[in-house]
C-alpha cells in the first residue's frame, strides 16, 4: 500500500498541527477524533495528509451526492495514482414501495436506475477486494444492505491466456453471475459472442475485453477501448466481478426458498387466526410470484426483501454493507459531522416505518424488515477510527473529546467582525430592512456582494423585489429553484451581474463565494433550527472568505444561540489576529476563478435544440439510435468527470431521440 499525496502547495497555518496531533491520535488507537476546521482553512487537504501518512483504507461519507461529488474530485486531485471512487445511490429517481391505509393507495417501487453510477458503485467494491490503496467518498447509502462481500468474491471469475474454457462454458457462467447476452453494442454488465470470441462489459469498467477462443482453450485477450476499437492493452489474465452485488450460490438458494416458503405459511396462519382473509391473499400471491421467479432465473423484482434468507441470516441481524467490503482495519472520515451523523442516525426508523404498513397490510414478509439500513450502534460498530470534520460539530462528536482546532487559515484571513443591530423601528431608526439597504448600497458602491438570509422563502421572494424597488441588483435563491437555475444565479451573483442574493437556508453550507464582503441575518433572535449556534455560525462564515467580510445580526435580543456564535467567533478572530501579528500575516481575500460550469449544459440545450430540428427533418430510425449511442457515451463520459448536470441534460437529450423511434 503506498498513498501518494501530490499537491502544489505545503500545509500552512494550522494544518501542519492539525495533520500531526491527527496522526498521533489514530496511532495511540483513539476511536473517535475531531477536526474542527473553521470555513477556508482546508479541512479535506488535512486529511489527505492524514490519509498519506496513516496509509489505511478510507471512507469518506458526506450528506449528499453534490457534496460526495465535490469531494471525490479533490481526493482524485490529490491522490491520482491511487483508487479513489464514488459510491451514491444509483436512483437518478426513487419512489419506495409503499402503502396508505387510510386511503388505501399501494404505491408500488419506481426507480430509474443510473447505469453510470452503478458502474462506480461496482468499481468501488472491487476495488476494496482487490487493492488495499483505496477511498471511497459515499453518502450514506453506505449504511444500505449492498450483498455479501464473500459471495460476491468467491463467483468472480478469473480468465488465463492458454487455460482450458470454452466459449460455451464462459458464456454459461457469465450468465450465471448475471450478466446479459446481447447482440447489439455492449454496456456494462452485457456480453456478446462472435465467431471464436466472447466480448465482454464489465459491470465496473468502461472497456471491453474481448477473449479469443482456439477449440477449448482461450488464445488470447486484449481490452479494448468500445468506441474506437483500440487495443488498450493484451493482458495474460483478466477478473470479471458478478454484474450484481446480490449474489446466492445454488445450495443458499435451494435453502432460501424452503425458508421463505416456512415463513410465507407461518404469516398465512397468522392473518387467517386475525382474520385477514385480503391480506392472507395478498401475501400468498406476491411470495409465490418471487419464489418461482427466484428458482427459475435466480432472481425477481424486489429481490432484496428475501436477503436475510438469500444470505443465510438470522432474523434481525445486521445486512452486509459496503462497509462490510472493507475489512477489519481502516479510516472513516465523516465530512459536515453535524449534519451527517444526524442523518446516519435517523435513517433505520424511516425505513422500518414504512415497513411494517406493509408487512401488515401483506404486500410483504416480515423478514422484509432485515433489508434495512444499519441502526446507528450497528454503524458504530463496524465503522473503526473516526475522523469527524465540520466547522461546528454537534454535541455527539462533541461528547467524544478528542478535539482537534483549525482555526487558522493558510491565507491568514480572520472570522468576520460582528454587529448587532435592531430590528424593530424606534426613533429614527427605520428597521432592519431599511438599515439592510443602507448597509447594502454602501458595500455595492465598493464593488462587494450582499447576502441576506431570511427566515421562509416568501420573505426572500419579496425582500429581492422590494430591493429591485429601491435600485438595488437582488435576487433570491431557495430549494425550489431548480439545480440548474440555482448554478446559474450563482455564476451571475459572482459575476456582478446582480450584488444581493437573499436566501434561507440553502445558503448556510457548501457556498464558496469569495466576493462576499457583506452578510445581513434577518430575524436573528427567533430561536429555532435556522437560528441555531450552528446555523449562525455556519451563515457567518461565508464572509470569511473575503478580508473586508462583516456580518450585520439584527436582533432586538441576544438568545442563547447568538451569545454562542458570537463568543466561538469572537475566540476565532483573537486566535488569528494573534497569530498573523506574530508572523507578519497580512490577509488577502482568496481569488477564485469563475468557472463558467453553465457553459456546458447551455451547449447541451443547443444540441438538444439542433436534435428537435435535424427529427423534425425525417431522420431515419437506424440515424436516431446511432446519435442517441453517441449521446449515451458523451453522457457517461460526463458522470466520470462528475459533471451531472451536463450528464441530465444529455440523459434528456437522449430520450427526446428514442421516443421517436
Known sequence: MNFKLKAQWAPAGDQPSAIAKLCRGLASAKKHLTLLGVTGSGKTFTIANVIAQIEKPTLVIAHNKTLAAQLAQEYKEFFPENAVHYFVSYYDYYQPEAYMPITDTYIEKDASINQEIERLRHASTQALLTRKDVIIVASVS????????????????????????????????????????????????QFRAVGNTVEVMPASESLVYQIFFDGDKIE?????????????????????????????????????????????????????????????????????????????????????????????????????????????????????????????????????????????????????????????????????????TSATPGDYELGKGNIVEQVIRPTGLIDPTLDIRPIRVSGKYQGQVQDLINESENAVRKGERVIVTTLTKKMAEDLSEFLKGRKLKAEYLHSEIKTLERIKILREFRQGKFDVLVGVNLLREGLDLPEVALIGILDADKEGFLRSETSLIQTIGRAARNVNGRVILYAD???????????????????????????????????????????????????????????????????????????????????????FETAAILRDEIKLLQSHA
Open 220 to 388: 488470447q485477450i486484449e481490452n479494448l477501448d468500445p468506441v474506437s476499437r483500440r487495443i488498450i492493452k493484451t493482458p495474460e489474465s483478466i477478473f470479471i466481478f458478478p454484474a450484481k452485488h446480490f449474489i446466492t450460490d445454488k445450495n443458499t438458494q435451494k435453502r432460501a426458498l424452503v425458508s421463505i416458503k416456512t415463513e410465507l405459511n407461518t404469516q398465512l396462519k397468522r392473518f387467517e387466526k386475525e382474520g385477514k382473509l385480503l391480506e392472507a391473499e395478498r401475501i400468498k400471491r406476491r411470495t409465490n410470484y418471487d419464489l418461482a421467479m427466484i428458482k427459475e432465473v435466480g432472481y425477481c423484482s424486489g429481490i432484496e426483501n428475501y436477503s436475510r434468507h438469500l444470505s443465510d441470516r438470522e432474523a434481525g441481524s445486521a445486512p452486509d454493507t459496503l462497509l462490510s467490503y472493507f475489512g477489519d482495519d481502516f479510516l472513516t472520515v465523516i465530512d459536515e459531522s453535524h449534519v451527517t451523523v444526524s442523518q446516519i442516525r435517523g435513517m433505520f426508523a424511516g425505513d422500518e416505518s414504512r415497513k411494517k404498513v406493509l408487512i401488515e397490510h401483506g404486500f410483504r414478509l416480515p423478514s422484509a424488515l432485515d433489508n434495512r439500513p444499519l441502526r446507528f450502534t450497528e454503524f458504530e460498530e463496524r465503522v473503526g477510527q473516526v475522523i469527524y
Open 142 to 189: 453506505c449504511i444500505y444492505g449492498l450483498g455479501s462481500p464473500g459471495e460476491y468474491e468467491k463467483v468472480n471469475l478469473r480468465l488465463d491466456v492458454g487455460k482450458t474454457f470454452s466459449r460455451q462454458v464462459l458464456a454459461r457462467k457469465l450468465v450465471n453471475i448475471f450478466y446479459e447476452r446481447t447482440n447489439a453494442d455492449l454496456s456494462p454488465g
Open 557 to 643: 435580543i441576544i438568545t442563547g444561540s447568538m451569545k454562542a456564535a458570537i463568543s466561538e467567533t469572537e475566540r476565532r478572530r483573537t486566535t488569528q489576529l494573534a497569530y498573523n501579528k506574530k508572523h507578519g500575516i497580512t490577509p488577502k481575500s482568496i481569488a477564485k476563478e469563475i468557472k463558467d460550469i453553465m457553459e456546458g449544459v447551455e451547449n447541451e440545450r443547443e444540441k438538444i435544440a439542433r436534435t428537435e430540428v435535424a427529427l423534425a427533418g425525417q431522420l431515419s430510425y437506424k440515424e436516431r439510435m446511432k446519435l442517441a449511442k453517441h449521446k449515451e457515451r458523451e453522457m457517461n463520459a460526463a458522470v466520470r468527470e462528475l459533471d
